[in-house]
């Protein structure tokens, strides 16, 4: 059976690589790339890698030729990731592919996440392709808090126009372990999966996570999403993609991210990781 990952030089993409590898032949593994370059270690363990952008429908078709299983990371080009994933379903159709999971949002097809449009319309435009399918959820990553560790640990507060939201974030790691179980087992054809961590944390929670790490406490400090725009303009971003941060916010406010369901930790077999341990390890 080849296994077929795109994105594969991506943070997920990686890891989702890795975890194939610890049940995969490394010659039943295809890595679809941009830059042959950035998959060279990739290469090294006897991956096979194949190059492909998410724009290019005459490479990826070429790219997918032979291949059992497919799996579709969602493109990080905001405002172009539908076109990008039809292309990616559009070729697998095109070359026989007999199965393809996709890694999409939580609570797509309801939620008001600014980055949910783009995931209902691929998983739409997937039912409709006639390509057997399993659609992946993933909600918020840990990792996603790493970059404010220095400027939390240097004000001691957490700001956010998350109101009482919570979110039910999990590890890369996890998620890419759950993908790889799902890309190597039965009975997940036809199957949307929420793809969550154990628990739902309050940005309290988050700012106490925060403090367990610093050696000092950290405060959630509420804050209007308009105010969140305003500081990110003075800080020098742009008025638009600071909107689009701040609709991030109000939608975790509205509890696009607090589903809790249970399938990633029994996919992997071990309880999802604490945001504890994934600060700590940053």
């Known amino acids: 059976m080849t296994i077929a990952v795109t994105g594969a030089t991506g943070a997920l993409g990686r890891l989702v690589v890795d975890s194939l590898l610890t049940t995969q032949a490394p010659s039943d593994v295809v890595a679809v790339v941009r830059d042959a370059d950035k998959a060279a270690d990739l290469a090294a363990k006897g991956v096979e890698v194949r190059v492909a952008d998410y724009a290019d429908t005459d490479a990826l078709g070429k790219a997918l030729v032979g291949v059992d299983k497919v799996l579709l990371i969602s493109s990080n080009e905001v405002g172009q990731r539908f076109a990008q994933h039809r292309n990616v379903i559009d070729a697998a159709t095109s070359a026989g592919v007999p199965y393809l999971a996709y890694t999409s949002l939580t609570k797509a097809t309801e939620s008001s996440n600014p980055l949910a449009p783009e995931h209902q319309q691929t998983e739409e435009y997937l039912a409709a392709s006639g390509l057997a399918h ?65 628990t739902a944390l309050s940005y309290a929670d988050i700012a106490d996570a925060f403090g367990q790490v610093t050696g000092s406490e950290v405060v959630s400090q509420p804050v209007a999403a308009a105010d969140v725009v305003a500081a990110m303009v ?17 939608s ?9 369901d249970p ?17 700590r390890a940053a």
Do not use: C, M
Not at 263 to 279: A, E, K, S
């Open 263 to 279: 399938i990633l930790g029994q996919l992997i077999g071990r309880p999802t990781t604490t945001l504890v341990d994934v600060l």
């Open 252 to 260: 975790i406010a509205e509890g696009t991210l607090d589903l809790v």
């Open 234 to 250: 003075q800080a020098g971003l742009d008025e638009e993609t600071a909107g689009f941060v701040a609709a991030i916010d109000t």
């Open 134 to 198: 399993t659609v992946l959820r993933n909600n918020w990553y840990h990792e996603n808090y790493q970059a404010q560790l220095p400027a939390i640990a240097e004000s001691g507060a957490l700001a956010a126009a998350v109101g009482d939201g919570k979110v039910a974030a999990a590890s890369r790691k996890d998620f890419a372990d759950g993908t790889a179980k799902v890309l190597t087992t039965d009975g997940h054809e036809g199957k949307v999966y929420e793809f969550t961590g154990d």
